[in-house]
């Protein structure tokens, strides 16, 4: 029995979202079995002396997590196997993002979803309307990073994230740029900063003010302390490659 109750949230998770049949009805329903669990836990479980408590509702942050553990998945099994090295790199980013707390509840969403064969037109669509662009934009350098975690980025995951990046309504040149900030190469410093290498000085830095308004992880305030650390490393990249320019054109 003791069993059951731990679990028993999961389950009707499971459930909901099968019958809500929404593209990740089932992930969501985990994840709102997840705080059912929690409510369990804590003595939530209706009782005649008990007071009601309403159910913890989602916020960004688990959103967030959810919407990209789905995408994760979709990455990992693009090249016919889970690899540990990138389900490390998702453990990993987890905690350094988001805390130990609910690692293993995570972990065991991501399972789930790799268990499942997704429709990505409608999941990504669904997680388009319910997410904001700069949301979109740490998913999309999350995916890249988690197909760099063998520090080899295979065609076939970068088709896959090209096509998530598509679904999800993200513009070609952000695809580019993100991609880019995972190939040490001089091109691809070009490439962060959306630029051919005969820039002109003024547009390089033209181009740089604009990047940092884009990426500087302040216009993620917003969204909470979680999303800002999210979205340091990338404009941490960004920064690189345009310093790498200047030093390599001699400009200070």
């Known amino acids: 029995m003791k069993i059951l109750k731990q679990h028993i949230g999961k389950i009707l998770g499971l459930l909901l979202g099968?019958?809500?049949y929404f593209p990740i009805g089932l992930l969501l329903g985990l994840g709102i079995g997840f705080f059912l669990d929690i409510l369990l836990q804590k003595g939530?479980?209706?009782g005649p002396k008990r007071r009601k408590k309403q159910l913890p509702q989602p916020n960004d942050s688990t959103n967030f997590i959810l919407s990209s553990l789905i995408l994760?998945?979709?990455?990992?099994?693009?090249d016919g196997e889970v690899e540990e090295l990138e389900l490390s790199y998702i453990q990993k980013f987890l905690?350094?993002?988001f805390g130990q707390d609910n690692l293993q509840e995570y972990m065991g969403i991501l399972s789930a979803a790799l268990e499942q064969d997704w429709d990505m037109a409608k999941t990504c669509?669904?997680?388009y309307l319910s997410s904001s662009y700069e949301t979109r934009l740490q998913m999309l350098y999350f995916l890249f990073g988690i197909a760099n975690a063998d520090y080899s980025i295979d065609q076939v995951e970068v088709d896959t994230?090209?096509?998530i990046s598509l679904e999800l309504d993200l513009p070609h040149s952000d695809f580019v740029s993100i991609k880019a900030m995972f190939y040490d190469e001089m091109d691809s410093?070009?490439?962060?900063l959306e630029l051919p290498p005969s820039a002109s000085d003024a547009k390089l830095k033209a181009a740089y003010r604009k990047m940092v308004k884009k990426y500087h992880p302040d216009s993620l305030a917003s969204l909470g302390e979680e999303f800002q650390k999210v979205g340091e490393s990338k404009f941490k990249r960004l920064q690189e490659a345009y310093d790498t320019i200047c030093e390599k054109r001699g400009l200070k």
């Open 95 to 97: 905690v350094e993002q």
């Open 125 to 127: 669509r669904q997680i």
């Open 44 to 46: 939530g479980g209706a």
């Open 161 to 163: 994230i090209k096509r």
């Open 72 to 78: 994760a998945a979709a990455v990992v099994k693009s």
């Open 18 to 20: 099968g019958l809500l």
């Open 189 to 192: 410093h070009y490439k962060i």
